[in-house]
């Protein structure tokens, strides 16, 4: 089904659900750890999902910012930690869109710099997805070989039918059990605790700032680009939409939100090629908030690891495969440099280090493309 320029078909279904790799570990790490209500936070990103789907007519995924994430379940934050630290970075991307400056830091970051993001990105959830794999090698091989055989089905998309089996595995050893329809919640009026955002900031939210520009803005718009050519979104647009999203989610619960190119390349790779992946993706998350409530954690945390695995290590793969675009001369400098400090450090700093190598090749060496990405 068609409307407008939205399809509502079985792959752009299969294709919302191409990022829940990257979403149920940190979902689960914040409800369970932090004590976030999970009403709040799926129905705030189920309604990210929905306008950001109707705004930009593509897939554009939603997922926790993960600086803040890994940081606030690591140190064990309260939920309005959690919160406040979004609502400021949130105004912080606003200023940053409307200022111009994060043109100004698009217009500096090569093709190279931009490649190297990704292929960094792709490394890293390669690497995680070859754990959860190895939690079960027979599933995880398994789900492999249906990705590679279902990858272009228009019938059974190869991502609705890794969620199916996935459930039925639950099923089969109990731990659908838990899972139980409850009374209607919608979320509660959260306001920020001024007092707590300084502690957010430091302890993760500027840290972030680099790693969304580098991944949610500046590598999403390459890779849509490089998907939909015809199509031009710039920077500035999803440097606000962050902004603007992490401005009122957080009022009702939200966790901090962006948006990030591994999980447009998870979309893409499964199915997705219009809004539509987004605004179904929206309505499962908000029916799931709102009937589910805490509940939905045991779907979170009984889901095997080894299916999401294998869908994973599809996406970081796909991202992987962008390193055969880069020549191996003195134009490569910068994309090294971007891959080794990203993996090895953070993708903020290799962000840094990335730019600042354009710069020295430029002056001294073969000059990269610069400004294209």
Not at 15 to 38: E, H, Q
Not at 51 to 61: E, F, K, Q, V
Not at 315 to 333: C, H, N, P, Q
Not at 347 to 354: C, E, H, P, R, T
Request: aromatic share 6%; glycine share 14%; charged share 10%.
């Amino acid at each position: 089904m068609m409307l407008g320029s939205h399809r509502f078909t079985l792959r752009e279904a299969a294709g919302s659900m191409g990022d829940f790799g990257t979403l149920f570990p940190l979902a689960m790490g914040y409800v369970i750890v932090c004590g976030i209500d999970p009403v709040g936070m799926l129905v705030m990103m189920g309604l990210a999902n929905i306008i950001t789907g109707l705004a930009y007519r593509l897939p554009m995924p939603i997922e926790p910012m993960k600086v803040i994430a890994i940081s606030a379940i690591a140190q064990g934050w309260a939920p309005e930690t959690v919160h406040v630290t979004g609502f400021v970075t949130g105004v912080l991307w606003i200023l940053l869109s409307v200022s111009g400056l994060v043109g100004l830091l698009a217009g500096i970051t090569t093709r190279e710099v931009t490649r190297g993001i990704q292929v960094a990105l792709g490394i890293m959830l390669s690497i995680e997805a070859l754990k959860l794999v190895s939690e079960w090698w027979l599933l995880g091989g398994v789900s492999l070989l249906v990705i590679l055989l279902l990858r272009n089905s228009r019938v059974a998309p190869a991502a609705l039918v890794l969620v199916a089996a996935g459930l039925a595995v639950m099923a089969a050893d109990g731990s659908l059990s838990g899972l139980r329809f409850q009374s209607p919640r919608l979320p509660s009026l959260v306001l920020p605790v001024p007092g707590l955002a300084w502690r957010g900031m430091l302890g993760a939210g500027f840290a972030q700032l680099g790693l969304t520009a580098a991944n949610a803005v500046i590598a999403t718009t390459a890779l849509i680009s490089r998907y939909w050519p015809e199509r031009t979104v710039r920077e500035k647009s999803v440097a606000l939409s962050t902004g603007l999203m992490n401005l009122f989610s957080p009022l009702f619960g939200g966790m901090p939100m962006c948006h990030g190119s591994g999980g447009l390349a998870g979309q893409y790779a499964f199915g997705a090629r219009t809004g539509g992946a987004n605004i179904i993706e929206g309505l499962l998350e908000i029916a799931m908030g709102v009937f589910l409530g805490a509940t939905i954690m045991v779907l979170f945390m009984g889901f095997p690891g080894a299916i999401l695995g294998a869908m994973m290590l599809m996406v970081g793969a796909k991202l992987i495969l962008f390193a055969r675009e880069t020549r191996l001369d003195s134009s490569s400098v910068p994309f090294l440099v971007t891959v080794a400090v990203s993996v090895f450090t953070n993708m903020a700093l290799g962000l840094a280090a990335g730019v600042l190598s354009s710069v020295v090749v430029r002056k001294f060496g073969n000059k990269p493309a610069g400004g294209e990405r």
